[in-house]
Antibody
Framework: QVQLQQWGAGLLKPLETLSLTCEVY????????WNWIRQSPGKGLEWIGE???????KYNPSLTSRVTISADESKSQFYLKVKSVTAADTAVYYC?????????????WGQGTVVTISS | QSVLTQPPSVSAAPGQKVTISCSGS????????VAWYQQFPGTAPKLLMF???KRPSDIPDRFSGSKSGTSATLDITGLQTGDEADYYC???????????FGGGTRVTVL
């Protein structure tokens, strides 16, 4: 059974860089696209970006200047970096798997990582 | 402000039916398949519907989806207390070249 396990720092100061890792267990890495999605407290879901099996990425236009998604197929891991964070980046961050093709739905999700930005 | 528009809440008695709408535009719902997700408090979302009206194998047929033009709908029939959750629609926006979600709908069983 495929599982996504994610981790990263949960408390950051403004202007620091948020870094999260998501590892894929029990399934193929190369046959899928990989997403990051976040949810601010009490709010809805926000798509952050996606990476395909070739390493091509697409990002939310509102975040593209600060976000980098990358992957290491040899480790079955993919990563999220958000630079220059502010309080508005406080959220639960989820990694998720999607079928090949931009915008396909996410069928497997990580457990979520709570990230708080506070001075 | 979400790209896709959903009602904040819907409610009905046990056994009844609720309908959740998701309204978009020609660049998103009108152009792409719609997915629906179910989320219980404190947990990750779960895929409920994909390609407008297809259910993953573990989703009961009380849940059904449809799409017409630039709007999509999720129906829940035979409502159960265990269906109380937040429901989100999502799709791809070809103009933004980005994934988009609705703001979410809270389903309450009266």
């Amino acid at each position: 059974q495929v599982q996504l396990q994610q981790w990263g720092a949960g408390l950051l100061k403004p202007l620091e860089t948020l870094s999260l890792t998501c590892e894929v267990y029990g399934g193929s890495f190369s046959g899928y696209f990989w997403n990051w999605i976040r949810q601010s407290p009490g709010k809805g879901l926000e798509w952050i970006g996606e990476i395909n099996q070739s390493g091509t990425t697409k990002y939310n236009p509102s975040l593209t200047s600060r976000v980098t998604i990358s992957a290491d197929e040899s480790k079955s891991q993919f990563y999220l970096k958000v630079k220059s964070v502010t309080a508005a980046d406080t959220a639960v961050y989820y990694c998720a798997r999607a079928l090949i093709g931009w915008g396909n739905p996410s069928d497997i999700w990580g457990q979520g990582t709570v990230v708080t930005i506070s001075s | 402000q979400s790209v896709l528009t959903q009602p904040p809440s819907v409610s009905a008695a046990p056994g009844q039916k609720v309908t959740i709408s998701c309204s978009g535009s020609s660049s998103n719902i009108g152009h792409s398949y719609v997915a629906w997700y179910q989320q219980f408090p404190g947990t990750a979302p779960k895929l409920l519907m994909f390609e407008n009206d297809k259910r993953p194998s573990d989703i009961p047929d009380r849940f059904s989806g449809s799409k017409s033009g630039t709007s999509a709908t999720l129906d829940i029939t035979g409502l159960q207390t265990g269906d109380e959750a937040d429901y989100y629609c999502g799709t791809w926006d070809s103009s933004l070249s980005a994934g988009v979600f609705g703001g979410g709908t809270r389903v309450t069983v009266l």
